[in-house]
């Protein structure tokens, strides 16, 4: 044991500081960014809603590991224990802004007829209800995470996040960082040479700051000059405006505290549910990492700790929920103490009460910090397949397939948003020239019909012409992005899903694979994974009057069938396989 008087602030904390810190303030800006550029949803509600109760999670999260550091230094008598890192979950991050605000905001403003306002407020309380459901999941299932690790094997629970991590975290900030390529590929050349290769720089200063200030540099040099090419991104709003923001606070009145506010964020429980066990299942291995390094924390109270400090958030408003972070032994290694922790929670905390994240978002050019990004999703990548034995790596390469069909929707829904907004304003300037006598009302009534077609078409209702027998039929883009729909539809747990059944069939376990078959028939069933509606909203497969024309064949009778066929084939060759001789399992350790 060693005596000596823990320090629990020196020069490692420095470095260790910049790289906790800018993790977070990445995924805040990637969250209001990403909100902002894709569903045009208002950057100054966001700022003054949404990140305030999101950066309060951190703080409290980090204040509890930093108190949890100081403990053990206390207990185990040792001068060199580092603090568990905490801060937003990166792919809960893209998770929540691509299919539960984004898809909510869209939703409201198209379908429900809102304004912009009312369905950022709509969509802001779905949110909040999302990560209040978040925290109490994972305080539930804090004290049966072992358990979770248990039944559900490594490939399963890693595979979903692959996905996530290689087809949305790397891909969209890396084609983000490329609208300005000087500028994002020097950031992200120098995050892959310290952050990958482990190549120092001079001073120790950390890759992630000099990321950000060398190609921030670059961005307003060229800006100066003219250089930069495109057009950089216009801000709606002045910093000065987000300083002290009290618009949070309406989060106290409860308005989102109803039954109905729930009915509307429950169809989106198979999306947050399962990013909600991914944490709860990476803070363990977390735990075990920081273990490994020397620094030996109690599981339970780590997930605690995650618990409490996502339900914080989500009851102040925050919309991205909070995760214990993989980098403890890269932290430890810099030097880091527990002071980096502190300044970490301090520096976000204040960044979202006191107002000076609006600074943050409007001085730091967007390429800049995505490449960090970038890094974050090759290392999950990486690590999921690290961490999973050789003979399942099929299965961990199976679950990315739901994630890509929704990448393809997330472009897709874009484009047929951007139509459907144009559409909606050429309705109001046909209507416009009508009162004012411009065009006579048959050629008004004849251009809202095109346009009204033409919506139809561009959100994928389209039509073959009548056959010789008054038939028409869904066409084959229809089809196509229907059958996309329905594969993307609660795809993080249908990925988790796919990729046990795999291992479980490579390690010919097939009756629990027929089990996990089963489960996905019940879920397919009332739209829980295979939703065919683009809100991915939970129905009773037995009645669904509104379900798409393209979605004939696909739809939650017929997907439940799918799987119970599945469930049978897996169950009959299992009675094959107890009464045939037994083979062993190949690893697959040998290249060919």
């Not at 490692?12 to 906790?20: I, K």
């Not at 299932?141 to 094997?153: A, D, E, L, Q």
Request: proline share 6%; with cysteine; hydrophobic share 50%.
């Amino acid at each position: 044991m060693n005596d000596t008087k823990y320090k629990w602030a020196v020069a490692g904390d420095v470095n260790a500081f910049f790289g906790l810190m800018l993790d977070n303030i990445a995924d805040l800006l990637l969250t209001i960014g990403l909100l902002a550029a894709v569903f045009n949803f208002p950057t100054t509600f966001a700022i003054g809603h949404m990140v305030p109760g999101t950066a309060i999670g951190v703080l409290v999260g980090d204040l509890i590991f930093f108190w949890m550091a100081m403990n053990l230094a206390k207990r185990s008598g040792r001068n060199d224990v580092t603090a568990m890192p905490l801060g937003l979950d990166t792919p809960s991050t893209f998770g929540m802004v691509f299919f539960v605000l984004g898809p909510s905001f869209v939703l409201g403003v198209q379908e429900l007829q809102l304004t912009a306002e009312e369905a950022a407020i709509r969509t802001w309380h779905i949110g909040i209800w999302s990560i209040v459901l978040s925290g109490i999941f994972k305080s539930f299932f804090s004290f049966s995470s072992s358990w979770i690790r248990r039944v559900i094997p490594r490939a399963g629970l890693l595979g979903s996040l692959a996905a996530i991590a290689l087809v949305l975290i790397s891909f969209l900030p890396f084609i983000e960082a490329l609208h300005f390529p000087i500028v994002g590929m020097t950031a992200l050349s120098i995050v892959l040479v310290t952050l990958v290769a482990h190549i120092r720089l001079p001073f120790k200063i950390p890759g992630a700051l000099a990321a950000l200030v060398v190609s921030g540099a670059i961005y307003y040099l060229m800006y100066g000059l003219g250089l930069l090419g495109a057009t950089p991104e216009a801000m709606e709003f002045q910093p000065t405006e987000a300083l002290l923001p009290t618009d949070w606070l309406a989060v106290f009145r409860f308005e989102w505290l109803t039954v109905a506010k729930f009915n509307e964020a429950a169809q989106y429980l198979p999306i947050v549910i399962p990013f909600a066990l991914a944490t709860v299942i990476g803070g363990i291995d977390c735990v075990e990492s920081a273990a490994a390094a020397g620094d030996e924390y109690d599981t339970n109270r780590i997930i605690g700790a995650e618990a409490i400090a996502t339900l914080v958030a989500g009851l102040c408003g925050g919309v991205i929920q909070t995760t214990p972070y993989i980098g403890h032994p890269a932290y430890k290694a810099m030097g880091g103490r527990a002071a980096y922790t502190l300044a970490t929670a301090l520096f976000v905390g204040g960044a979202g009460v006191l107002g000076y994240f609006g600074f943050l978002y409007w001085a730091i050019p967007k390429p800049t910090v995505f490449p960090i990004l970038v890094f974050i999703g090759l290392e999950i990548t990486s690590q999921s397949f690290q961490a999973t034995p050789k003979r399942h790596y099929p299965a961990v390469s199976i679950a990315c397939i739901p994630a890509l069909a929704a990448l393809v929707l997330i472009f897709a829904g874009d484009l047929q948003g951007t139509y459907t907004g144009l559409s909606y304003q050429m309705q109001g300037q046909v209507a416009a020239m009508a009162e004012a006598g411009e065009i006579d009302p048959e050629a008004a009534q004849k251009l809202n019909d095109m346009t009204l077609k033409l919506r139809e078409y561009s959100q994928g209702n389209i039509q073959t012409p009548p056959d010789q027998h008054g038939h028409s039929h869904p066409a084959g883009i229809a089809v196509k992005l229907q059958t996309l729909q329905m594969l993307a539809g609660g795809f993080i747990l249908t990925s988790m899903l796919w990729a046990a059944i795999l291992a479980f069939i490579i390690d010919r376990r097939l009756y629990t694979a027929t089990a996990f078959a089963v489960i996905c028939a019940v879920f397919s069933l009332f739209g829980v994974i295979h939703s065919p509606f683009p809100s991915g909203k939970l129905v009773l497969g037995w009645h669904v009057p509104d379900i798409p024309s393209a979605a004939a064949g696909q739809g939650p009778i017929y997907m439940m069938a799918t799987y119970v066929c599945m469930a049978v084939v897996l169950a009959v060759c299992g009675i094959w396989q107890h009464a045939s001789p037994m083979r062993e399992i190949p690893e697959h350790d040998t290249e060919s």
